[in-house]
T-cell receptor
Framework: SQQGEEDPQALSIQEGENATMNCSYK?????LQWYRQNSGRGLVHLIL?????REKHSGRLRVTLDTSKKSSSLLITASRAADTASYFC????????????FGAGTRLAVHP | SAVISQKPSRDICQRGTSLTIQCQVD?????MFWYRQQPGQSLTLIATANQGSEATYESGFVIDKFPISRPNLTFSTLTVSNMSPEDSSIYLCSVEGGGARKGARHGYTFGSGTRLTVV
């Protein structure tokens, strides 16, 4: 079952612009992760933020987590055409479930 | 992180037949996860496969339709049985963390996926 919603469902921007994607979830979590998928192939892990963290950076990526609102955002700065992909958030639920539940995803298109 | 080899990468199958998808991990892992991604959709967990025990299936998925084997700590198969066009999807396997490295703090590693088309 889906954990929650992501918005926007699709995002189209120009190279050099920033892209922001949002994710909401329903249950208590150990951590929240973001993944990228190119052309319907395997997923690549981008960044993980723990439930006791509020913000995390990795290169051009910035992730925030608001556990009171059960939401997260992924910011990609200075986007490139190579960032064109689908982006998914996924939650690792607390309570010993030990499995990832994915959001609906955002399709990002970065135009040269 | 772990490296997963998933086969086949794609297949076109006749309805009523079965397809077995294989995933080989380069390190020993306790759990392996199987996901389905229907066209244009997100990933849905099918089941969790532990070595030496029956797989645990998520709501809406049953063993008769998606039998799973886990003969050792580096290998698993998922079979899609008695296929219909509705089974056309990408199927992915996944392991937690960096293979033998503990915990999801390293994220999960995914196979490259099997794109199945049922005609």
């Amino acid at each position: 079952s889906q954990q929650g919603e992501e918005d926007p469902q699709a995002l189209s921007i120009q190279e050099g612009e920033n892209a922001t994607m949002n994710c909401s979830y329903k249950t208590s979590i150990n951590n929240l992760q973001w993944y990228r998928q190119n052309s319907g192939r395997g997923l690549v892990h981008l960044i993980l933020i723990r439930s006791n963290e509020r913000e995390k950076h990795s290169g051009r990526l910035r992730v925030t987590l608001d556990t009171s609102k059960k939401s997260s955002s992924l910011l990609i700065t200075a986007s490139r055409a190579a960032d064109t992909a689908s982006y998914f958030c996924a939650t690792d639920a607390s309570g010993g479930y030990n499995k990832l539940i994915f959001g609906a995803g955002t399709r990002l298109a970065v135009h040269p | 992180s772990a490296v997963i080899s998933q086969k086949p990468s794609r297949d076109i199958c006749q309805r009523g037949t079965s397809l077995t998808i294989q995933c080989q991990v380069d390190s020993q892992v306790t759990m392996m996860f199987w996901y389905r991604q229907q066209p244009g959709q997100s990933l849905t967990l099918i089941a969790t496969a532990n070595q030496g025990s029956e797989a645990t299936y998520e709501s809406g998925f049953v063993i008769d339709k998606f039998p799973i084997s886990r003969p050792n700590l580096t290998f698993s198969t998922l079979t899609v049985s008695n296929m219909s066009p509705e089974d056309s999807s990408i199927y992915l396997c996944s392991v937690e963390g960096g293979g033998a490295r503990k915990g999801a703090r390293h994220g999960y590693t995914f196979g490259s996926g099997t794109r199945l088309t049922v005609v």
